[in-house]
């Protein structure tokens, strides 16, 4: 019997960390099914899941990922995941959008649009900010399936654009997609 679990890893950024983390996967004889990291002012934040034997502990990941040999340690946190990752929904929602925000840096962006999907029970499955001379952005990619009306949404969001001074667009996933992805023939 196998287990999956979810590992989150940061550390202050350098190389090898993720051949140190992915290595300790491997020793505990785990198979990585999924992997995100990023790179945030120096950190490194890392979020996997993994399948081992039913007798791997989160405690086990742990001690190994302790034991990497590296002056920077790893902070992580391990748990079983309830739902196996093949029961899991692997598709996104048929009403996935991405949400663009730009405008210049002020107190609370992120708080506000985060608050101006919560209050639609509109889901935020991703998120990534930047910050460059001033300018911020924002990409969210959302799951709008329990929005009656996505013109009530566009809607909104332009009033909301028009308060804050933001420029947003709304499109869906699809079409974000083919218009922003880079053909490597």
């Known amino acids: 019997m196998e287990r999956q679990m979810i590992i989150s890893v940061m550390s202050k950024d350098r190389p090898g960390i993720i ?11 785990g198979d990585l099914a999924d992997l995100n990291q990023s790179v945030l002012c120096g950190y490194l934040t890392m979020i996997l899941i993994a399948t081992f034997k ?9 001690a190994k990922l302790s034991h990497t040999k590296s002056d920077i340690k790893f902070d992580a946190i391990v748990k079983v995941m309830d739902t196996p ?3 899991m929904q692997a ?7 991405i949400l663009t925000a730009q405008g210049k840096n002020q107190h609370g962006l992120v708080y506000g649009i985060s608050s101006f999907c919560y209050q639609r029970n509109i889901n935020i499955m991703d998120l990534a900010t930047t910050l460059a001379d001033d300018q911020y952005t924002m990409i969210l990619q959302l799951d709008l399936s329990s929005i009656a009306s996505i013109k009530e949404v566009r809607d909104d969001l332009d009033a ?19 218009t922003n992805e880079i053909s490597m023939k």
């Open 19 to 29: 051949a140190d983390v992915t290595g300790a996967i491997f020793e505990l004889d």
């Open 54 to 62: 039913n007798t791997i502990t989160p405690e086990d990941v742990i």
């Open 85 to 87: 990752i093949e029961m």
């Open 91 to 97: 598709q996104l929602p048929e009403k996935t959008y």
């Open 160 to 178: 909301y654009a028009k308060k804050t001074g933001l420029r947003v667009v709304l499109q869906h996933n699809d079409i974000f997609r083919v």
